[in-house]
């Protein structure tokens, strides 16, 4: 990490994010370009058609793919130097590879590296590997983990009664677990989703129509071996394109980020209200300072972390799903430099989820709080009154519990007072008279089903 990085996700945050480097960086893009480039050779090997290109042995595999497994900074700096003289990132990956066959065995197909390909055929693959590696090998692991711990926290809290707020209002009581289980389902029909996404690969030349391709050899296949190496790098074939694959999967996948992240923010900021109620408190760590001024401040400061890496991770995976999409005709060069900033929209996400559940370690719930503000809101239970008093054939039910409560601060003795007056079966009476606001709480415990565990 340096001191005068330019992101926090290489200074300040670097190792939280540190891991992504082997996904989403530039040496990961090299590395990826390698892979591809590679795989497409020892395919040509494998395949009739390609008659130039004779079968290598299996120790001629095994080393080509060496150079892909034992890529490392210095490799990467030896394609980055030839990419000084070239002015090209890709052509450069061609001519590192072609030295390090030059002097062996496989020096007779050289040529045969990058062969039919434009540069996209290589780019377009290795940006699918890439988000594909760190979604499923980074992301999706500390999002599940997240979504494991909140259900946790939601089970542990199933039948501690909590004061509702709607409009930031008293509302009809819940339980803690029940509303931390509603984020935990949205999440996990998310992440359903996420796990289901497809990531795309095109491998058919300058635009798309195999050009080059039919003209060095017109009998083969083309569309079918296309196919089974795009298939064989573990994407999805799409077989009509332009130059570039459209896109339109990164744009799905990084709108399926944002409605995690979105949920996230959400539950950033209910707990962060929940904190300032006093309904969860948060345990102190030695030695951590909450205000450079004020000695008593424990700040939920891992919930704030939380929601600005949510806003910065939205607005850049917004702009990469709705830019990358478009472009002009066969293709422009926009894509090029707007792709570099998928690991930020990405990495974003990462630190708002690690903060999340750094937050959630340190709460626990308030029962007293929480019970105090339930005793403290008596005039709740007006909505299942004036319920069973409608449901008796009461005139007026609603409007007349209106005028005992609305905006009006009721005690347990002025509802039972209240209760007592009314004409009502005895069994209907004595459960209202049972009711206070700590059990008032429905089917709250039993709705935690919906989220299995």
């Known amino acids: ?80 130097k030839i990419e000084a003289t070239t002015k090209h990132d890709v052509k450069a990956v061609e001519y590192y590879i072609k030295r390090r066959i030059k002097e062996t065995s496989l020096a007779d197909v050289a040529e045969f590296v990058h062969f039919c390909c434009t540069s996209e055929d290589i780019n377009n693959l290795s940006y699918g590997l890439m988000i594909q590696g760190a979604i499923r090998d980074v992301w999706l692991p500390l999002a599940e983990k997240l979504a494991g711990a909140v259900a946790d926290f939601a089970d542990q809290t199933k039948d501690v009664p909590m004061l509702a707020r709607t409009h930031g209002q008293p509302a009809s009581p819940t339980t803690v677990g029940k509303e931390l289980a509603v984020f935990v389902r949205r999440w996990q029909r998310q992440l359903k989703q996420i796990r289901s ?41 799409n077989p009509l394109t332009t130059q570039i694959e459209p896109h339109d999967y990164l744009a799905e996948v990084f709108m399926a980020l944002i409605r995690f992240n979105n949920i996230l ?34 700040n939920p400061i891992n919930f704030e972390n939380s929601e600005a890496n949510v806003g910065l991770s939205n607005a850049m995976l917004e702009h990469l ?3 990358l999409p478009v472009s002009r005709m066969q293709r422009d060069l926009t894509d090029s430099s707007t792709l570099r900033n998928i690991g930020v929209g990405v990495g974003h996400s990462v630190i708002a989820i ?51 409560t609305r905006g009006l ?11 007592e007056g009314l004409d009502l079966p005895t069994d209907d009476k004595a459960r209202l008279l049972e009711l206070t606001p700590a059990t008032y709480v429905g089917l709250a415990s039993q709705l935690l089903k919906h989220i299995g565990k």
């Open 197 to 237: 996404l497809e990531y795309l690969g095109k491998f058919n030349g300058a635009v798309g129509n195999f050009n080059a391709h039919v003209s060095a050899y017109p009998d083969a296949p083309w569309q079918e071996i296309a196919r089974s190496l795009v298939e064989g790098l573990g994407l999805a074939y």
């Open 1 to 80: 990490m340096s001191i005068k990085a330019i992101s926090p996700l290489d200074g300040r945050y670097r190792d939280q994010v540190g891991i992504l480097g082997d996904y989403v960086s530039e040496w990961a893009l090299i590395k990826y370009r390698v892979h591809v480039e590679i795989e497409w050779l020892i395919t040509m090997s494998q395949n009739d058609w390609i008659k130039d290109v004779r079968s290598f042995t299996q120790q001629e595999v095994d080393f080509l793919r060496t150079l892909a497994a034992d890529f490392d900074e210095a490799a990467s700096l030896e394609v980055k």
């Open 354 to 404: 690690q903060a999340a559940l750094r937050g959630l370690k340190q709460l626990s719930v308030n029962e007293q709080a929480l019970a105090r503000d339930l005793d403290d809101n008596w005039e709740v239970l007006g909505e299942a009154v004036q319920t069973v008093m409608r449901k008796n054939g009461h005139d007026n039910p609603y409007e007349k519990l209106k005028d005992l």
């Open 265 to 298: 923010l959400d539950f950033d900021r209910d707990v962060w209200s929940y904190i300032s109620l006093g309904y969860f408190k948060q345990q102190t760590v030695a030695g951590e300072i909450g205000s450079s001024t004020m000695p008593h401040k424990v």
């Open 321 to 323: 799903a709705i830019k």
């Open 409 to 419: 601060k009721v005690d347990a003795e002025a509802m039972r007072k209240f209760i």
